[in-house]
């Protein structure tokens, strides 16, 4: 009889998107497998802002659990909520082929053009690194709060006094809902492995590890790595304004990080080319070089904003 391995997944619409194309390339291998679905915190809650929960993971404990309790081989998550480290007896298994990093601007009416021109602007989002960054280009903007899966965080635009509100493009597009009234914001910066989809299994599941290294994509195993170590070097999670985006070209790894304050009023940029063969410590090194720049006593503010 076939081992069937059994998926992970939260009930949202874009959590079963991405389970069952892991579950297609698990069958295009030959493996079987089904899915199961586990309720997160992160799904139950929908009022608390993400970063006044207070935990890393908040998306992803309850898969961790259902994985270590034997209750299912293997889970499958947006990678950009998951935590740098990860739990103990939990490995990475594979990295999916990135889709788009970008954050998307999905607006009222036309009016907001004029609206960011004389900084009249109430835009919504739950994401503590897009209001740092839109505060800093748009420093009068009113920023409401916004939580939910993606189909109601739409709705939730839809009925509101909001001009807009962001998004991540890869979450709509997945699941073929991004309204036409969007706009890529082609300016900020993306939060580490944005776009991307990591499945993780028991670190002793030797034969979820072997089915899902065939899917693995190297390339945006290496950049999601970079990404999360210079997260990780920065001491940051969801709840930190820290932003990231390497990308591989021609043998070269290109990266771009940020951090900000909370308020927008502070930025600190860097800017990095490696080979693709020198690129294993990248990350770090560049979260070591940002630090020098000031933004160790940007984290020590924003470690006291959580006290």
Not at 14 to 35: C, R
Not at 174 to 185: A, H
Not at 266 to 273: N, R, S
Request: proline share 2%; net charge neutral; aromatic share 6%.
């Amino acid at each position: 009889m076939q081992h069937i391995i059994r998926i992970g997944t939260r009930e949202s619409q874009l959590a079963v998107w991405q389970a069952e194309t892991v579950k297609q390339l698990l069958a295009q291998h030959g493996f079987q497998s089904e899915l199961i679905y586990i309720k997160s915190e992160g799904d139950i809650d929908l009022v608390t802002p993400l970063y006044e929960m207070g935990v890393q993971g908040v998306f992803t404990k309850a898969l961790d659990a259902a994985l270590l309790s034997n209750q299912i081989d293997i889970a499958v998550h947006s990678m950009k909520d998951v935590p740098t480290q990860l739990a103990q007896g939990i490995v990475q298994a594979a990295v999916l082929k990135r889709g788009s990093y970008k954050d998307i601007l999905v607006y009222k009416n036309d009016n907001y053009k004029s609206a960011i021109e004389n900084s009249q602007l109430k835009i919504a989002t739950s994401s503590i690194r897009r209001k740092a960054q839109w505060l800093h280009r748009y420093p009068n903007t009113t920023i409401e709060n916004l939580r939910g899966n993606v189909n109601t965080r739409l709705r939730k635009v839809e009925d509101s006094n909001w001009d807009g509100a962001i998004f991540a493009a890869a979450g709509l597009e997945r699941i073929n809902i991004r309204p036409e009234n969007s706009i890529d914001l082609d300016w900020m910066l993306p939060a580490p492995a944005q776009g991307a989809i990591m499945v993780v299994c028991r670190e002793d599941d030797q034969f979820s590890k072997d089915a899902c290294k065939l899917f693995n994509d190297d390339s945006t195993a290496l950049c999601t790595k970079i990404e999360r170590d210079f997260l990780r070097k920065l001491l940051g999670g969801c709840s930190t304004p820290i932003s990231a985006l390497a990308a591989e070209e021609n043998n070269m790894i290109r990266f771009k990080g940020n951090i900000c304050s909370t308020d927008g009023i502070k930025k600190i940029d860097i800017e990095k080319t490696v080979s693709k063969k020198d690129a294993a410590t990248f990350g770090t090194e560049a979260a070591e070089e940002i630090l020098q720049q000031g933004a160790d006593e940007l984290i020590r503010v924003l470690q006291d904003e959580r006290k």
